[in-house]
């Protein structure tokens, strides 16, 4: 054993000098490979409930088709349905605190912003209640698709968002498709209806999507500003019950101020008679209003929880992608006309759309090839000044 053990000294020698640069060599391999891009699982959950909550625009239409007339009930359909939250809000912080974690609670001036952001998102859903009013749903939907050029401005304004090529591209073809519906033949109008009534419907859809464009980006600052961890622990995602303590206080100020715009209106007095006249019935007219009530909530729930775990413009694109899914289900269960100039809005909109996803991946890739290079520039001064 020891005339082995002498005999291979030498080697052993070499082979000592050999792993002092074995791991410097191994990390920078590790660090010069990028990681793919995968969603977190909230990002995932947060898009399946958008698209689960895709019925709510067209219980909405339902509602206006038949016969209903409140756009403050329908603007409150659009944000009340927070009280569903709070079972699974309380368990979760009561896990929280029994896990030993700490300050689950949104900090006050978050909770002011959210409040304000509220009552501002019941102004936007009073608007798209009007253009819902007076719109068909494929109309009213290709005309919420600008909302994603709406968020993509007001995120450059004011969270600092860099235009490309493809996001520039998506906003123009964005603006050319309601362009199309404005000048095409008939211009998507219902048959009967008084060309001013459409007129100021389709401005409505248009305010409706700016309004929203612009609460999604506040919504992404108020968290940088107000709710962002510092330290290591900003790079990891935001639990949950955060995003369902925003959608809870959101939700309750918006409600407040459609419930004081239906006091003043007069639409409690006015709910029994609406409901004995609703076209499908009294009790589906209660049936409409409560399933109507679930579905805005997921889709609000899923982009708040985009905005929070991802970006605003995330949470704008997965509003995109609702486009297609409400043309169909308006042809099916509505049996609106689908023409020509909707046709080409609609191509337009998802042109925009993909334009959009590509720029954005191009990106993502531009960026994870400079990381690569910094780290490779890094990693030979390292191995210069290695002895």
Not at 30 to 35: D, G, L, M, Q
Not at 38 to 67: D, Q, T
Request: charged share 10%; hydrophobic share 50%.
């Amino acid at each position: 054993m020891a005339t082995i053990s002498a005999s291979a000294s030498p080697a052993m020698q070499e082979a000592a000098k050999t792993p002092s640069a074995s791991p410097l060599r191994a990390t920078v391999a590790t660090a010069a490979s990028p990681a793919r891009y995968r969603p977190s699982p909230l990002v995932i959950f947060s898009a399946c409930l958008v698209l689960l909550g895709a019925g709510g625009p067209l219980l909405l239409r339902v509602y206006f088709v038949h016969g209903g007339q409140r756009l403050w009930l329908s603007a409150l359909l659009q944000i009340s349905g927070w009280p569903l939250l709070l079972p699974p809000l309380c368990v979760s912080l009561f896990r929280g605190r029994r896990h030993g974690i700490a300050n689950l609670l949104l900090p006050l001036r978050l909770v002011g912003a959210a409040a304000v952001l509220g009552a501002f998102y019941a102004i936007s859903c009073y608007v798209y209640a009007m253009g819902s009013q007076a719109l068909p749903l494929s109309t009213s939907s290709l005309l919420l698709a600008t909302q994603l050029a709406f968020t993509a401005i007001f995120a450059f304004l004011f969270v600092g968002l860099r235009f490309t090529p493809f996001s520039a591209n998506a906003v123009l073809l964005l603006t050319i498709g309601p362009a199309v519906l404005g000048v095409g033949p008939g211009s998507g109008k219902p048959a009967g209806e008084p060309s001013k009534t459409y007129w100021v419907g389709f401005c409505e859809a248009i305010a409706a999507a700016a309004l929203a464009g612009l609460v999604l980006p506040l919504v992404e600052v108020s968290m940088e500003r107000y709710g962002r961890r510092s330290g290591p622990a900003a790079r990891v995602p935001p639990p949950y019950s955060t995003v369902m303590q925003m959608q809870a206080v959101m939700g309750a100020a918006g409600t407040m101020v459609c419930l004081l715009g239906m006091a003043i209106k007069s639409d409690f007095s006015a709910l029994r008679g609406e409901a004995a006249a609703f076209g499908l019935g009294e009790t589906n007219y209660y049936l409409v209003l409560v399933r109507d009530a679930v579905s805005w909530q997921l889709l609000n729930l899923g982009i708040m929880g985009l905005i929070t775990c991802a970006s605003s413009l995330l949470a704008g694109i997965m509003i995109a992608v609702l486009l297609p899914l409400s043309e169909i289900l308006a042809v099916m269960f509505l049996h609106e006309k689908f023409d020509g100039p909707k046709g080409i809005a609609l191509v337009l909109s998802l042109w925009g759309f993909a334009s959009y996803l590509y720029g954005e991946k191009a990106q993502k890739k531009l960026e994870a090839q400079k990381s690569e290079q910094q780290v490779a520039r890094k990693t030979g001064d390292l191995e210069l000044a290695a002895p």
